[in-house]
């Protein structure tokens, strides 16, 4: 399974200083949607990270303009972009075609959509399917149950990611588990006193 | 009824020189999803555009974090803001109570939800509900009669706006049916090869 590490609602200068320290540990290194909004994907073109061993994932959560959106976004650095399960068919479908053109990674945020929605997206198959719990209900989720049930209701999706509030148990059962891969682990990661000490920790736990 | 423009996939200098153009003229200038992704709060921030009649709103389409988004939102000159209704309850009850504690507007964006979605955030009851088709289905639609069906489905809601591919036509049909406190007209104006005239005729248009 592969770490990914989310930054957000820091300055610039925080982020890139610590995306460049967790390079050489995690798997993928996730700017988060307030720094594409604080900042915009002109200024993140103009400061770029140049890792050598993560990927970037840029977290657009784009709802509409689908191809524009993702062209820009590709004009970075980023390896892998996000849109929101919620937006309308015709707007997946670009940035599915855009992400499959320029031979990058698509994630589909599934933030607060239903069976049948997530139903009608599954002929994307090359994208990561994102399973989603919003930071803003303020509560915790069962990570390891949730990705379970959506692995049977769905046993045809290839690529699962995990995202909402994982601690290191949380990370160390989804390894276990052996369906998702990647999980997401935001504020543990870039919030601890030790960044690099938590990514360590973690990446040992999913071994 | 106001006329909103909505200025979009332009550089920022384009975008603050039609929007001063458009300042005497309109009733609200919207900077679309594209510039605050291209170019981010902060940059916008830092060029203000110092409006003397029009408001200004920033369609930051909010899914996620919203007391952030928002709170990031009206430190630029933004009067009103937006969020998707797609999101978690949680997070447009916090933009809505950001908002109101600013002392600003907050829109709802209702691409891609159904009935039931709506019912659930009537309680939101100063927010403006924007009725929006989606660009990327490449369909136009009927706005009159969208708007006259969301008024019988639900009226309760006072403030209704009403985006998506609208031409003169449609914007004088909307202003006599009485129905919509909003238009939101995108390319027929800011596309335009006389943008000041093109936002003229629609002014009188909807008179």
Do not use: C, W
């Not at 050489?24 to 290194?29: T, Y």
């Amino acid at each position: 399974m592969k770490l990914q590490v989310a930054i957000d609602r820091v300055s610039l200068d925080a982020a890139l200083a610590l995306a460049k320290q967790l390079d050489p540990i995690v798997d993928i290194i996730e700017f988060g949607t307030s720094l594409v909004k604080d900042y915009g994907l002109i200024t993140l073109r103009e400061h770029p990270l140049h890792l050598t061993h993560a990927k970037l994932l840029l977290d657009l959560k784009t709802n509409d303009e689908g191809a524009y959106e993702f062209k820009q976004g590709f004009t970075t650095e980023a390896d892998i972009l996000t849109a929101m399960a919620a937006s309308a068919k015709a707007t997946l479908q670009q940035v599915y075609d855009v992400t499959q053109q320029a031979g990058k990674e698509l994630l589909i945020d599934l933030l607060e959509v239903d069976h049948a929605r997530i139903q009608s997206l599954l002929e994307f198959d090359q994208a990561i399917f994102g399973l989603h719990h919003a930071k803003d209900t303020g509560t915790g989720f069962d990570a390891v149950a949730t990705t379970a049930q959506f692995h049977q209701d769905f046993p045809q999706v290839q690529r699962i990611a995990v995202a909402g509030g994982i601690d290191l148990a949380q990370a160390q059962a989804l390894a276990a588990q052996g369906i998702a891969e990647t999980v997401i682990v935001g504020g543990k990661i870039s919030g601890a006193s030790d960044p690099v000490a938590a990514a360590k920790a973690f990446m040992e736990a999913i071994k």
